[in-house]
Antibody, heavy 128, light 106 residues
Framework: QVQLVESGGGVVQPGRSLRLSCAAS????????MHWVRQAPGKGLEWVAV????????YYADSVKGRFTISRDNSKNTLYLQMNSLRAEDTAVYYC?????????????????????WGQGTTVTVSS | IQMTQSPSSLSASVGARVTITCQAS??????LNWYQQKPGKAPKLLIY???NLEIGVPSRFSGSGSGTAFTFTISSLQPEDIATYYC?????????FGGGTKVEIK
């Protein structure tokens, strides 16, 4: 079945770095754009970043631009989020999510189509 | 694109009809999803493209609207529907979510 499994979360001091991973299975990972979405404790959902299926483009929320980098390894069916210069406000559960339509061979906007499959999330706590 | 969702919370009886609205700050056509999130769980897709029911989702859930005004309805509220519901636009980047509606049983 289609599955996304995040890992790499933990407790980290402000200013330090962390890399999250998302292992995908059950679908042609290399045909889909992929998202990261986060949720701070007791708060709503916040989109973080998207990467095109072929890695040719990536876009970020203003709140993380210049500090976070989304990447993927299609040979390993894995999505990554490199988080640098972490701040207390980055404390959240981080989800990877798949758009509802494959982008390969389709219009570019399908890379960031609405998400239909989500991982279980991994918790990042930024605290001294 | 700002997504204004209302109400932020509601309390209704079992069997009641529940309606949540979402207003986009600009025309997003039909590029809107509705999600259900229970505590400690990932969001679950209920409605895609504004009005299409995701496979396996009970038919008491429905969505309507296009452009800037959208509505999500639970036709007969059940105890298992207690959750927070979010609208989400994917017409343009950056993607955005509504603030959420927490649904409780009266």
């Amino acid at each position: 079945q289609v599955q996304l499994v995040e890992s790499g979360g933990g407790v980290v001091q402000p200013g330090r770095s962390l890399r999250l991973s998302c292992a995908a299975s059950g679908f042609p990972f290399s045909s889909y754009g992929m998202h990261w979405v986060r949720q701070a404790p007791g708060k709503g959902l916040e989109w973080v970043a998207v990467i095109w299926y072929d890695e040719n483009n990536h876009y970020y929320a203003d709140s993380v631009k210049g500090r976070f980098t989304i990447s993927r390894d299609n040979s390993k069916n894995t999505l990554y989020l490199q988080m640098n210069s972490l701040r207390a406000e980055d404390t959240a559960v981080y989800y990877c999510a798949r758009p509802g339509i494959a982008a390969a061979g389709n219009v570019a906007t399908y890379n960031y189509y609405g998400m239909d499959v989500w991982g279980q999330g991994t918790t990042v706590t930024v605290s001294s | 694109i700002q997504m204004t969702q209302s109400p932020s919370s509601l309390s209704a009886s079992v069997g009641a009809r529940v309606t949540i609205t979402c207003q986009a700050s600009q025309d997003i056509s039909h590029y809107l999803n509705w999600y259900q999130q229970k505590p400690g769980k990932a969001p679950k897709l209920l409605i895609y493209d504004a009005s299409n029911l995701e496979i396996g989702v009970p038919s008491r859930f429905s969505g309507s609207g296009s452009g800037t005004a959208f509505t999500f309805t639970i036709s007969s509220l059940q105890p298992e529907d207690i959750a927070t519901y979010y609208c989400h636009q994917y017409d343009d980047l950056p993607l955005t979510f509504g603030g959420g509606t927490k649904v409780e049983i009266k």
